[in-house]
């Protein structure tokens, strides 16, 4: 685990859609600076206590960024090389930190070596870079050859990552992406499609030009220890936790959360020592506002997301509680062009940004809650408590997600004995005492509690 990781933050960008780009490349206009729109956010992301920022596709693609042209180049939609060697330098120059996306499973149509495929057949020199292209046949885009698509889209083109051109060519576009652009790390796209050679490869290279280069797979299903281990990915995307996070809101089921919690990093869980990156929502599913039924639920669920073990992460314009969802099979509904200004001016929750702030300051004040060792207090359909304990430092999270005030009551086995002071509510305290003691909760609202003896 990289040190710098164990502070971080996450406040995600899909460039292409937050900055209003045209939805298709015509590969002939001009760059336009559309980068220059993220760093006019960076005031709002970096106070709101972000200090980590993961863009997805950058470079130069089709149509969505995971249709990738060219892996050396800017997407002309979003400007030049050297637009982003000064988004890089400026957000550096702030101390955050820069991930990109490596969408190295497969390319798009348009990739140089396909279009070379395309024009020469068989006496091309790039056939073998694809994965099962055969001539005995014909695609169904009409090509004079076969080739495998990712899940079938064929306009996603497999590559053969047992080449090794292909590993050199990828290899060496991430060496220059930190020589260019200082990148402190690289989302995995479909990580569980790739090689597991190829990624021991590559994680290898990685470390040799920088050992605390992050690597992060993008994982929906499996066993993540498989991916998340040494000479493989530091990280890996936490879906597992993802569903739980709105529907134990919206089915009054806390049972659920606590349950994939418990088996993922309590006392010998299956990811007990691992930092996964916790997520409510990104770029390919519907928008957290849109998923819980009850909005005021949101403040809950982003307590619960950074007080867990893991890295957080939020979506643009999920701090104001913007809402989305995939509409006739299309994701552009999850990636729209937000206008800052208006977006503070018309919030759907205007005070979700402070709440999410506020837990940004407690979670960079409170190394437990960072990388302290999880144990599950207590779990009833809508109240849920679990402690996070670092250097004999105790801290417990309480969530009420009932629309009443309610009570519940923590043996001392539960809860030490002593007073507990209130990280979430200033100025606000609770004694244990004796064999049990009742906790008041309010409606809709968590206490973060930390033991002062």
């Known amino acids: 685990m990289n040190s710098w990781n164990e502070n971080a933050i996450f406040y995600h960008i899909y460039p292409l859609g937050f900055a209003g780009a045209p939805e298709n490349n015509d590969f002939r206009s001009a760059p336009v600076a559309r980068l220059n729109k993220i760093g006019a956010w960076l005031d709002h992301i970096q106070n709101l206590g972000f200090n980590s920022l993961y863009l997805g596709p950058v470079f130069e693609s089709t149509k ?19 637009d982003m060697v000064s988004l890089s330098r400026e957000i550096h120059r702030r101390g ?14 348009d990739f140089w070596a396909f279009r070379d495929v395309q024009a020469n057949g068989q006496s091309s020199p790039f056939c073998n870079w694809f994965a099962n292209l055969h ?3 014909h695609s169904p885009h009409g090509d004079a050859f076969t080739y495998e698509g990712w899940n079938g889209y064929y306009d996603l083109v497999k590559l053969n990552l047992q080449n090794p051109e292909v590993r050199d060519h990828l290899s060496f576009a991430v060496e220059s992406w930190v020589q260019n652009y200082n990148i402190d790390g690289i989302r995995l796209d479909a990580a569980d499609q790739l090689d597991m050679g190829f990624i021991e490869d590559l994680t290898t290279f990685c470390k040799r030009l920088n ?22 990915f530091d990280s890996c995307t936490n879906y597992e936790a993802y569903k739980g996070l709105y529907s134990s809101f919206n089915d009054k089921n806390f049972f659920e959360i606590a349950y994939s919690l418990k088996r993922q990093f309590g006392d010998h869980g299956l990811y ?32 619960i997301m950074y007080s867990m073990p893991g890295i957080p992460s939020v979506y643009y314009g999920s701090e104001w509680g913007v809402g989305g969802k995939k509409t006739n099979g299309s994701d552009n509904p999850l ?13 759907p929750q205007p005070d979700l940004p402070g709440h999410l702030k506020k837990l940004a300051e407690i979670r960079q004040s409170t190394p437990a809650l960072k990388t302290g060792a999880y144990h599950q207090v207590l779990v009833a359909s809508q109240q849920f408590a679990f402690l996070r304990e670092k250097d004999s430092v105790q801290v417990m999270v309480v969530i009420n997600s009932s629309d009443k005030t309610a009570e519940i009551a923590l043996t001392k086995q539960q809860a030490a004995n002593g007073r507990w002071v209130d990280l979430l509510n ?17 409606e809709k609202w968590a206490r973060i509690l930390q033991y002062q003896g």
């Open 272 to 303: 007990e020592k691992l930092q996964l990156y916790s997520f409510a929502d990104n770029h390919d599913v519907d928008r957290v506002a849109s998923q819980i039924k009850d909005q005021a639920d949101l403040f809950n669920l982003y307590t």
């Open 426 to 442: 200033p100025g606000v305290e609770w004694i244990s005492q004796g064999e049990k003691t009742p906790l008041i909760l309010d």
């Open 64 to 82: 969505h960024g995971y249709d990738t042209l060219d892996y050396y180049h800017i997407d002309r939609r979003l400007g030049t090389d050297n």
């Open 335 to 347: 990636r729209p062009n937000i206008d800052l200004g208006s977006a503070i001016q018309s919030s």
């Open 135 to 137: 001539f005995d046949g």
């Open 211 to 232: 050992p605390d280069l992050w690597l992060m797979g993008e994982l929906i299903h499996g066993d993540y220890a498989k991916w998340v281990r040494p000479g493989r």
């Open 96 to 109: 955050m930190r820069l991930v990109l996306d490596g969408v190295f499973n497969h390319v798009g149509r």
